[in-house]
């Protein structure tokens, strides 16, 4: 993971987006605001994180921690590392670990690191 480019989290909720959209849309897996400090202070080569879900954080918390997650990924003033690219609700199974290739092994991380809101 240091040596990528994109994280992706693949928790798998993708597959509810169009069979149970209810389900898609509430109680999903999100980041921590502890996995997002870890992203953006650790992983120095990573540009972008990407999640399955239709938030990357659980949006019942972020209003009244006024968006913590994104923050830790977006904002500058916290942080001295550069911002982050989130990209929320895709779906990962066309680009599925096998499929991408040996030139890109090393430039993407497949992972499912999340807590359930």
């Known amino acids: 993971m ?3 480019d994109l994280l ?3 928790t798998g909720y993708w597959k509810y987006r169009n069979e149970d959209f209810v389900k898609y849309a509430n109680g999903f897996p999100a980041l921590s ?7 953006r202070t650790s992983l120095p080569v990573c540009k972008a994180v990407a ?8 949006v019942n ?3 009244e921690n006024h968006f913590a997650v994104h923050n830790a ?5 916290d942080f001295s590392e550069r911002s982050l690219l989130i990209y929320e609700d895709i779906n990962p199974e066309p680009s599925s670990a096998r499929n991408l ?3 890109l092994q090393h430039r ?4 499912v690191w999340a807590r359930h809101s």
């Not at 605001?33 to 992203?39: C, P, Q, S, T």
């Not at 990924?73 to 003033?77: G, N, R, V, Y």
């Not at 993407?108 to 992972?111: R, T």
Request: net charge negative; hydrophobic share 50%; charged share 20%.
């Open 33 to 39: 605001v502890e996995a997002a400090h870890f992203i």
């Open 51 to 58: 999640i399955d879900t239709i938030s990357i954080e659980n």
């Open 108 to 111: 993407f991380a497949f992972a």
């Open 8 to 10: 992706i989290f693949n």
């Open 73 to 77: 990924l977006l904002t500058k003033p």
């Open 61 to 63: 918390d972020a209003p």
């Open 101 to 103: 290739g040996l030139h």
């Open 2 to 4: 240091e040596r990528s």
